[in-house]
């Protein structure tokens, strides 16, 4: 199990119209092979950065797997008009949250 975080700046004056727009285009994430769910989770500092983080069985699922679909095309083409500049994605274990709090 494997955890895509993506880190999405929104341009301020769009934020309600992204939420709207991610609403639209999550079914294609949710289809995708090895999808295991997600959460959007909007900043509280900074409420204009959302981080998108989704659950994979493996990194492959998202890499190349959704990544190269036509499914992410159109995903993508939903959001990147909202966003104010490039997302950063990168990819964690998911037996560090496994480990709770005795990790720290």
């Not at 955890?3 to 119209?17: F, G, M, S, T, W």
């Not at 190269?68 to 909202?82: P, T």
């Not at 966003?83 to 709090?101: C, K, T």
């Amino acid at each position: 199990m494997i955890y895509e975080i993506a880190l999405l700046p929104v341009y301020k004056d769009d934020i309600e119209h992204f939420r709207n727009a991610f609403a639209e285009v999550a079914p294609l994430l949710c289809r995708a092979k090895g999808y295991r769910g997600h959460m959007l989770a909007q900043g509280i500092e900074n409420p204009e950065r959302f981080n998108l983080i989704v659950r994979w069985e493996s990194l492959e699922d998202h890499t190349p797997g959704f990544e190269a679909s036509d499914d992410h095309r159109v995903f993508m083409m939903g959001l990147q008009q909202y966003f104010s500049e490039e997302p950063q994605v990168y990819h964690i274990e998911g037996a560090v949250f496994a480990l709770g709090n005795t990790a720290f």
